[in-house]
């Protein structure tokens, strides 16, 4: 049964709440608001023209964690069928709020691209912090970008060949500031 608008507000609400990477020891808070936003921020600036079904896709795609929380990947990966599992309960967790998106092919690799990215990212500005506990993600990610860099969308991969980790300026001379 569909929940009410008001309900659908308040899971999206509560969904954002929901933290990530919640047994790996991490800097500051990871929360799904967080990860969604860096996700959206991410294919924005990357895809020439994305529908708003693939944006409201990135945004809600962790919204089912509301319900049944964010099961660490690790354990996913112990056991398939607790990963395949899980992932059905989150499924139709998600599809209780979530206004009918409709995603081709080319946009589920999308999501699935920047959704992996921007964790990827976030490790990168755990390891700027000196957490050596996130290393393992950077094994499991760099896998996971070797096996499907093939089917990842073209400003994906160029992002991930091109990227190198840096932080900005506290000013630039472009705002009028000297650096």
């Not at 990963?83 to 009918?100: F, K, M, N, T, V």
């Not at 050596?132 to 070797?146: A, G, N, Q, S, V």
């Not at 992002?159 to 472009?174: G, M, T, Y």
Request: some cysteine.
């Amino acid at each position: 049964m569909a929940l009410t608008v008001s309900e659908r507000v308040l899971a999206a609400r509560e969904a954002g709440n929901v933290m990530r990477c919640h047994v790996v020891p991490h800097h500051g808070e990871y929360s799904v608001g967080k990860h969604s936003y860096d996700a959206l921020s991410l294919l924005l600036i990357l895809h020439p023209n994305p529908s708003p079904d693939l944006m409201k896709g990135i945004l809600w795609h962790d919204g089912g964690e509301r319900w049944v929380g964010d099961m660490p990947a690790p354990a996913k990966w112990y056991d398939d069928r607790l990963g395949q599992a899980y992932e059905s309960a989150e499924d139709r967790a998600r599809r209780l709020w979530e206004l009918d998106v409709k995603l081709t092919p080319d946009e589920i690799e999308w999501l699935k691209a920047v959704d992996r990215i921007e964790l990827w990212l976030w490790c990168h500005e755990q390891r700027q912090f000196g957490n050596r506990h996130i290393e393992t993600f950077f094994t499991h990610l760099d896998r996971y970008f070797k096996d499907t860099m093939k089917t990842m969308p073209q400003p994906c991969q160029d992002f991930l060949r091109d990227f190198s980790w840096q932080r900005l300026p506290e000013q630039k001379k472009e705002f009028g500031h000297r650096v």
